[in-house]
């Protein structure tokens, strides 16, 4: 079974960066998608960023894009999200989530029912 390890999540003041990584354990997929969600309190979960290791295919929330950066290790194991400018507004607990081999459309990837793995959450608070 897949198991997502999760770190890199914090405090931080508005304009600032952080970075988030998210380590896929024990999976045998020839091909993943990975991404991160978040959900802030008495919100919906939402996604932020994603990425398919088969082709290196990105997809971003419109909010997330210009100042995050989704990226993926050689091994195709590890993702790292890259946030800058940071804002009050990104305050929230990020999931990471894994889904095996392709999904069904480039828009099917900030689709969190598509996502079968989930992490425990990392907390950021911009303040």
């Known amino acids: 079974d897949v198991q997502l390890v999760e770190s890199g999540g914090g405090s931080v003041q508005t304009g600032g960066s952080l970075i988030l990584s998210c380590a896929a354990h024990?999976?045998?997929?020839?091909?993943?998608?990975m991404g991160w969600f978040r959900q802030a309190p008495g919100k919906e979960r939402e996604a932020v960023a994603t990425?398919?290791?088969?082709?290196?295919?990105?997809e971003y929330v419109d909010s997330a894009k210009g100042r995050f950066t989704i990226s993926l290790d050689n091994a195709k194991t590890t993702i790292y999200l890259q946030m800058n400018d940071l804002k009050e507004e990104d305050t929230a607990m990020y999931f990471c989530?894994?889904?095996?081999?392709?999904?069904?459309?480039?828009?099917?990837?900030?689709?969190?029912?598509?996502?079968?793995?989930w992490g425990q959450g990392t907390q950021v608070t911009v303040s």
């Open positions: 989530a894994a889904a095996p081999g392709m999904l069904p459309g480039r828009r099917s990837m900030l689709l969190a029912p598509q996502y079968r793995y």
């Open positions: 990425i398919y290791s088969g082709t290196g295919t990105t």
């Open positions: 024990g999976y045998s997929y020839a091909s993943i998608c």
